[in-house]
């Protein structure tokens, strides 16, 4: 009489997916103790609303008061991908401490904006730290070392277009009959442009390269402040990535 095979049971599979449940849980634990304190409280509005969408403010982005955007241009923000969000934040986050290492004059010379489209780092051609020689678009060492520092940075990151802006205070006199403050504004943007791509941005990151005078101030209240003589670098999304 031929011997009946014992039967095994399916002990030893409820054993292993016990085991697989438990080393993937561990795996999770480890991978968000890893992330920094913004994403772990994005993942734990996530897990407590799941059904709500990202916002500025989830991914730890300071909403900018001064400026006032568009429905259009609200529209282009909130269509960034998160991650394109992260890595702007942390761009503001790499500049900004390392400005403010160098020397506390130098956080107050360059100042980083997230803006509904984009980063805006605005550097301020201040009397006591300038970064132009007086009435020209010639850049003074510490204004070399600035742009040079923002390409090292910058130059990371190619899947964003660069804009560039020179901007001047009002009441500045003519510098000759057919140079005043619409040509210093252009040159300096135009100079900025070329110290950039001197140090590492590509030529074909650039969009746009602008000069505004005085018709742009940074304090409208104050149109002949100081604060209003600077060169602002825009980074936005590419133009295929915004039409995509």
């Given amino acids: 009489m031929a011997k009946k095979h014992a ?13 697989t449940t438990a080393m993937m849980a561990l795996f999770l634990v480890l991978w968000l103790t890893a992330q920094d304190s913004k994403i772990k409280e994005a993942i734990e509005r996530a897990f407590r609303n799941p059904f709500a969408s990202l916002t500025k403010e989830s991914m730890g982005i300071v909403p900018n008061k001064d400026v006032q955007a568009t429905h259009q241009q609200r529209g282009n923000f909130e269509s960034v991908s998160a991650m394109e969000m992260e890595l702007l934040r942390r761009i503001t986050e790499d500049l900004a401490k390392l400005f403010k290492q160098n020397d506390d004059e130098d956080a107050k010379s360059v100042k980083f904006d997230l803006t509904p489209d984009g980063l805006r780092i605005s550097v301020f051609d201040f009397a006591n730290r300038p970064i132009f020689k007086p009435d020209s678009a010639e850049f003074t060492e510490y204004g070399s ?14 899947t964003f277009r660069l ?18 403050s619409w040509e210093l504004s252009a040159d300096r943007a135009n100079a900025a442009r070329r110290l950039l791509t001197e140090h590492g941005v590509q030529s074909d990151q650039l969009h746009r390269v602008a000069g505004y005078g005085d ?11 100081p ?18």
């Fill in 7 to 19: 039967h095994h049971g399916g002990a030893w599979k409820v054993a292993y997916a016990d085991f």
């Fill in 227 to 244: 604060s209003n003589r600077r060169v602002a670098v825009l980074l936005r999304k590419k133009l295929e990535q915004q039409t995509s």
């Fill in 163 to 180: 804009e560039l802006e020179g901007h001047t205070e009002a009441g500045r006199p003519m510098l000759r009959p057919d140079y005043g």
């Fill in 215 to 225: 018709t742009q101030p940074m304090e409208a209240a104050q149109p002949k402040a």
């Fill in 145 to 158: 070392w600035v742009f040079s520092t923002l390409a090292w940075e910058i130059s990371r990151y190619t």
